[in-house]
């Protein structure tokens, strides 16, 4: 059982550990705008790194014991960063960022979008999809620490306004 922990669980933990933070901290560095939207070529790369830190992981232990040293050390480790996430606010500004505003009454944020390498194009489509016609009306857009570009819009407001009054209206009716 002692052979068992020295040559199996604490190599494989360590390295499974050491590609894990690895990993962590190159997806910090290589932006939060890569996590929400993955092309092909995206999916291809992750596939592939997945592949090619499996043996780093686990060595020359291919046996089923190695797989599950090596996925019970990374449940366990995503499992405490999560808690360090949820329990320091420096931590989690580390690890996952915090919110770049892209656009602010109808004014691009050249300097953001270029730091977050987002395109015209990219951002056009985004304001596009929030059904927001063109830049000039959009109030606030926003890259999210998840990846996503929160858009709001002068429409959004007028409509929330129109619907809390429709709303006001109908409860003083009844």
């Known amino acids: 059982m002692n052979d068992f922990i020295m040559n199996d669980v604490i190599p494989v933990s360590l390295r499974s550990a050491v590609i894990y933070v690895c990993i962590v901290l190159l997806i910090r560095v290589f932006g939060k705008k890569e996590i929400s ?3 092909v070529i995206d999916l291809v790369f992750i596939l592939l790194i997945s592949n090619s ?12 014991q190695g797989g599950l040293i090596a996925a019970i050390t990374l449940f366990c480790l995503n499992a405490l960063f999560r808690q360090l996430i949820f329990k320091s606010k420096t931590v989690e500004k580390f690890l ?4 770049v505003m892209l656009i602010y009454q109808g004014k691009i944020i050249q300097e953001h979008l270029d730091e977050q390498k987002i395109t015209m194009e990219e951002l056009e489509a985004t304001v596009h999809e ?3 016609k ?11 620490i998840d990846g996503n570009i929160s858009v709001l819009s002068d429409n959004f407001a007028h409509k929330t ?3 809390r009054k429709h709303n006001k209206a109908l409860n003083q009716n009844m």
């Open 37 to 39: 939207q993955l092309s």
């Open 130 to 132: 929030h059904g927001v």
């Open 161 to 163: 306004v129109k619907r």
């Open 134 to 144: 063109d830049i000039l009306e959009v109030d606030l857009a926003i890259l999210e």
């Open 53 to 64: 830190v499996q043996n780093a992981m686990v060595g020359s232990n291919t046996s089923l």
């Open 96 to 99: 996952e960022g915090s919110a």
